[in-house]
């Protein structure tokens, strides 16, 4: 696991309600990022935070799944770095603000539905770990902040290269075991099998690839708050994130 300077875990008292407001004023103008392992929720969360703060939700991965998608819809090789930036600049990927969550565009259409495919996910590891395609990424990510100023945005290098100014910054992390387990009852819900070792040992390689790349590596910000779910619910995370993001705003006067 990646280690951090500030690793403080804010939970939430037991049993008791905090008096904060409905949402961050409208004149505040803030960017929160949400980092961590895969398994620990983190779009989730992200998206439920920024409904309950009245900010804007950015979903990096799914621009990410997108490129995947037009590289394997154009046939274009994946070692061939400038075809798939080229085309993937031309797709223009942005947002359709006014669904929600926000719907993903490649040429003015949404591709939500592509994106999730197994072939998508398949490849969408090596896709994102091409530099020059990152680069971009990160170009978009960025005026899309100035478009949308007050935003909740996830990803694992959000925090450390994308807005290493973000007003506040977290990194959802919990245990391998807790995450496969996570894993396991999802695929289950689902109808399908699981085997919780083999989750394991495929959660331990991936974090350590993820954490091992060149571009984009994965890596908790020396200024970010660690939040530990091992031992926390989902609604609980979310009131953890919005009160630190709460006592954040008002930090800043």
């Given at each position: 696991?990646?280690?951090?300077?500030?690793?403080?875990?804010?939970?939430?008292?037991?049993?008791?309600?905090?008096?904060?407001?409905?949402?961050?004023?409208?004149?505040?103008?803030?960017v929160v990022t949400i980092a961590g392992p895969a398994g620990?929720?983190?779009?989730?969360?992200?998206?439920?935070?920024?409904?309950?703060?009245?900010?804007?939700?950015?979903?990096?991965?799914?621009m990410y799944r997108?490129?995947?998608?037009?590289?394997?819809?154009?046939?274009?090789?994946?070692?061939?770095?400038?075809?798939?930036?080229?085309?993937?600049?031309?797709?223009?990927?942005h947002f359709d603000w006014t669904a929600d969550p926000p719907t993903i565009l490649a040429w003015l259409k949404p591709i939500d539905a592509r994106i999730r495919d197994e072939d998508v996910t398949g490849i969408v590891s090596d896709v994102a770990a091409i530099a020059p395609l990152r680069t971009h990424m990160v170009r978009k990510q960025?005026?899309?902040?100035e478009q949308h100023p007050r935003l909740v945005t996830e990803g694992r290098d959000q925090g450390s290269i994308a807005f290493p100014d973000a007003a506040k910054k977290f990194y959802l992390d919990a245990s391998p075991e807790i995450r496969a387990r996570r894993r396991a009852e999802q695929?289950?819900?689902?109808?399908?099998?699981a085997d919780e070792t083999a989750l394991i040992e495929s959660i331990k390689r991936r974090d350590s690839l993820d954490g091992g790349r060149t571009e984009g590596p994965l890596v908790c910000p020396n200024d970010a708050e660690r939040i530990d779910t091992s031992d926390l619910s989902f609604d609980e995370v979310v009131a953890a994130l919005r009160a630190s993001v709460i006592d954040r705003v008002a930090a800043l006067g």
């Open positions: 696991m990646p280690s951090a300077t500030h690793t403080a875990t804010h939970r939430p008292a037991s049993g008791q309600e905090r008096p904060v407001p409905a949402s961050i004023p409208p004149s505040v103008r803030l620990t929720g983190k779009s989730s969360v992200a998206r439920a935070l920024a409904h309950t703060l009245g900010l804007d939700f950015l979903d990096t991965g799914a997108a490129a995947a998608a037009i590289a394997i819809d154009r046939n274009i090789d994946l070692r061939d770095h400038d075809s798939i930036v080229g085309v993937v600049a031309e797709a223009d990927l960025r005026i899309i902040a695929l289950r819900a689902a109808g399908r099998d």
